[in-house]
C-alpha cells in the first residue's frame, strides 16, 4: 500500500513537472533555426554599416548583413523568409524609462486620462466611472490612474467627501498622472492607518480642507506607501496587467522595457513572472534604495536571465512640475489662490541625504538614476553625483538623470564633465507644453523643457522615455516630438531645441541599449547582436512628421516573433 502511495506521488510531481515545463514552452518558443529579412530597407543604427538590403538571423543571432543573393546561399532551402515588403527592419525600440507594466491598468482599473489620452472631462465621470467599475470588480480597492486635475472642467481634485459618496466601506485611490499625487476616501486612510493628526513627512504633505481635515490628497512621500499599497495586485490581476501590458508594448515595436522605482513588493510581484519566462519581451528593473539594501542583504532577488536585467538604483530628488511638486530655481508662473507667491517647489530629500544614497550605491559600483525635474534638482542632484565621483573616483559607472526637465546651459555642461547621461521625458512638449507655456513656468522657460539641441550641441549622449504610464509610451512619437517640438494645440515650443530624426532613433534604440548596460547585445542590427526586431511599412526617418500612421508589421525578440500573434511567415520556405 505505502508503495502505491509512493507511486501515485511520483506520478503527481512527474505530470506538475511535465505541466510547468510545458507553460513555460508555451511562453518561451525557441527562434527558428534561420531566418532571411530581405526586400526592404534594413536600418541597423550602425555607423559602420547604415543600411543594408538583407539581414540573416540563425537561431535569435545576427550573422550576416548584405546583398540577399550572397545571403540565399549561406543557409538551407527550408530557411523562413520574411519578405519585408517594401518596409523597413530595424532595432526594437527600448524603454530608457518607465514604469513597465503600468500601462496595463486599465485592465482591473478606471482610465481617468483626459484628452488627448482619455476622453475624462469632469469629476462627475470619474466618479461615476469607479461607480461601474465597483460593480465589475465587488471586492478590494477601485483604483483610477492617468487623472489631471488641470485638465478638467472643474480644475481640481476629487475630495475624500466625493470619493466616500462612491464607497465609505471600499478604499478607492485616484491617482495623478504625474503618479507623485493621488487621492484617496476615508475607508483608504484608515486601511492605511493615516489619522487626523498625522504629521507631513518630509519631502511630501497631507491635504486638508479648511477646517484642518485631511482632504484626501497626499503627495510625494505622503503619497509613495500609499501608492504601493494600492498596487498590490492580487496575482490573476496582475497577470491581466503584465499581459495587456505587454501587449501594447510589442504592437508599438518596443522589445526591451523598464520597470523604474521598483519597490520590494513590486519585486516580489515580478519575480514568479520573470521566472517562468511569462513577459515576452525583455525588462530592465531598476529597485528604489529600499529594494536594493533588501537585495543586497539577500531578503529579495531579481531574477537575471535572458529576458530579465538588473537596473541601477532609482532615487527620487524632487516631484513633478504639472502636480507643483517639482523643485524650481524660480517660483512658478502661475500658483492656486493656496500657495504662496514665491512657492518653488520641494526637493524630496535633503542636499545631505540625497548625496549621502548616491554616495553609498555609487562606491558599491551601482549605477544610480536620480529622478530630477526641476532645475533646483538637478542642481541637488549632479552635486550629489559629484560628491560621489570624488569620493571613489575609481567607480566608472555612468550615472543618469532621470527627466532633466529643466536643465540649463551650465548643468548640461556639467553633466559633460561628470560624464551623467541624461534621459529626458521630452514629450512633455507634446502633453503639458500648453500649459508649461501658461500655467506652471512661463513662455521663456518652457521653450527650454527637455532641451535635446543644446545637449546634443554640448556633445551629451541622451535618451528620450515617456515615463509609461504618465503618457503611452509610443516610440515613434516620441522621435516626432523630439524633431517637431509641437504641442497638443499645434503650437511650437522651442523649435530651436528641436534635433534630427537620426538623432532622435538613436535615443530609443543604441543610446537607450548603452544607458542600461545592454549596447553589446540589442540596439544595433550588427553581427552577434541579438535578433530584437520591428518591421515598420515605412522608413521613418522620411515619415516621422506622418508617425502615427506608421504601422508596426511585427515585432520580435530574439529571434521569436511576439506581435502580432502567431508564426504564419516564420515556416521554412522554398528559396
Known amino acids: 500500500m505505502k508503495k502505491t ?26 527562434a527558428p533555426a534561420a531566418q532571411l529579412f530581405f526586400n526592404g530597407t534594413v536600418l541597423t543604427m550602425d555607423p559602420q554599416q547604415p543600411v543594408a538590403d538583407a539581414m540573416l538571423v540563425k537561431r535569435g543571432e545576427i550573422v550576416a548583413l548584405g546583398e540577399v543573393e550572397v545571403l540565399r546561399r549561406q543557409v538551407s532551402r527550408d530557411v523562413a523568409v520574411i519578405d519585408l515588403e517594401g518596409g523597413t527592419l530595424m532595432p526594437g525600440f527600448i524603454e530608457a524609462h518607465g514604469h513597465f507594466p503600468g500601462e496595463g491598468l ?32 465587488p471586492e478590494g ?29 471600499r478604499p478607492i485611490m485616484v491617482m495623478h498622472i504625474s503618479g507623485h499625487l493621488g487621492v484617496v476616501n476615508s475607508a483608504a486612510l484608515e486601511s492605511m492607518g493615516i489619522k487626523e493628526d498625522v504629521k507631513d513627512p518630509p519631502g511630501g504633505f497631507y491635504g486638508r480642507d479648511e477646517t484642518g481635515r485631511l482632504n484626501g490628497l497626499l503627495a510625494e512621500t505622503a503619497f509613495n506607501p500609499v501608492r504601493s499599497q494600492a498596487l498590490k495586485l492580487a496575482p490573476m490581476d496582475g497577470l491581466k496587467v503584465l499581459s495587456r501590458a505587454s501587449h501594447i508594448y510589442l504592437s508599438r515595436g518596443i522589445t526591451f522595457a523598464q520597470n523604474g522605482l521598483a519597490d520590494p ?18 525588462l530592465s528593473v531598476w529597485p528604489n534604495a529600499e529594494s536594493e539594501k ?37 517660483p512658478y508662473y502661475t500658483l492656486p489662490e493656496d500657495y504662496p507667491t514665491d512657492y518653488l517647489g520641494f526637493p524630496t530629500r535633503s542636499q545631505a541625504a540625497l548625496s549621502a544614497q548616491v554616495k553609498q550605491f555609487h562606491c558599491q559600483e551601482r549605477q544610480v538614476a536620480v529622478h530630477a525635474n526641476g532645475d533646483a534638482a538637478i542642481d541637488l542632484s549632479l552635486n550629489a553625483i ?36 541624461p534621459s529626458f521625458f521630452n514629450t512633455h512638449v507634446y502633453y503639458w507644453g500648453d500649459r508649461h507655456r501658461d500655467i506652471f513656468l512661463g513662455p521663456e522657460r518652457a521653450r527650454r523643457i527637455s532641451p535635446l539641441a543644446e545637449a546634443e550641441q554640448a556633445g ?18 516620441l522621435v516626432w516630438n523630439a524633431v517637431e517640438r509641437e504641442t497638443a494645440s499645434g503650437a511650437l515650443l522651442g523649435p530651436e531645441q528641436a534635433v534630427g530624426v537620426d538623432r532622435a532613433l538613436q535615443a530609443v534604440t543604441v543610446d537607450a541599449a548603452r544607458q542600461l548596460g545592454v549596447a553589446d547585445q540589442v540596439g544595433q542590427l550588427r553581427l552577434g547582436m541579438r535578433a530584437d526586431l520591428v518591421w515598420l511599412d515605412r522608413d521613418p526617418r522620411q ?12 515585432t520580435w525578440v530574439g529571434g521569436v516573433r511576439r506581435y502580432p500573434d502567431g508564426q504564419a511567415d516564420e515556416r521554412g520556405q522554398a528559396m
Not at 270 to 281: H, N, R
Not at 460 to 477: G, I, M, N, R
Not at 543 to 554: C, K, N, P, T
Open 141 to 169: 480597492m477601485l483604483l483610477a490612474y492617468g487623472f489631471d486635475d488641470t485638465t478638467i472642467g472643474e480644475q481640481r481634485y476629487p475630495t475624500r467627501a466625493e470619493l466616500d459618496a462612491v464607497s465609505e466601506t
Open 265 to 282: 513588493a513590486a519585486i516580489r510581484a515580478l519575480k514568479p513572472a520573470l521566472q517562468f519566462g511569462l513577459i515576452p519581451l525583455r
Open 5 to 30: 502511495g509512493l507511486w501515485v506521488l511520483v506520478i503527481i510531481v512527474a505530470l506538475i513537472v511535465l505541466a510547468v515545463a510545458g507553460v513555460h514552452r508555451w511562453f518561451n518558443p525557441p
Open 106 to 137: 486599465s485592465a482591473v482599473a478606471v482610465d481617468a486620462n483626459s484628452p488627448p489620452i482619455g476622453d475624462l472631462y469632469s469629476i462627475d465621470t470619474l466618479l461615476e466611472r469607479l461607480r461601474l467599475l465597483a460593480q465589475r470588480r
Open 386 to 421: 559629484a560628491g560621489a565621483r570624488a569620493a571613489c573616483p575609481q567607480v566608472r559607472v555612468q550615472p543618469v538623470l532621470i527627466h532633466a526637465q529643466m536643465a540649463t546651459p551650465a548643468q548640461l555642461q556639467r553633466m559633460v564633465a561628470l560624464d551623467v547621461i
Open 294 to 330: 533588501l537585495r543586497q542583504a539577500g531578503d529579495i532577488s531579481i531574477p537575471q536571465g535572458e529576458r530579465s536585467h538588473l537596473g541601477p538604483v532609482k532615487l527620487v530628488s524632487d516631484g513633478s512640475l504639472q502636480g507643483y511638486t517639482g523643485f524650481l530655481g524660480a
Open 543 to 554: 515619415a516621422i512628421g506622418d508617425w502615427e500612421s506608421i504601422q508596426v508589421r511585427g
Open 460 to 477: 551629451l549622449s541622451f535618451t528620450l522615455h515617456a515615463d509609461s504610464p504618465v503618457v503611452p509610451f509610443e516610440p515613434l512619437q
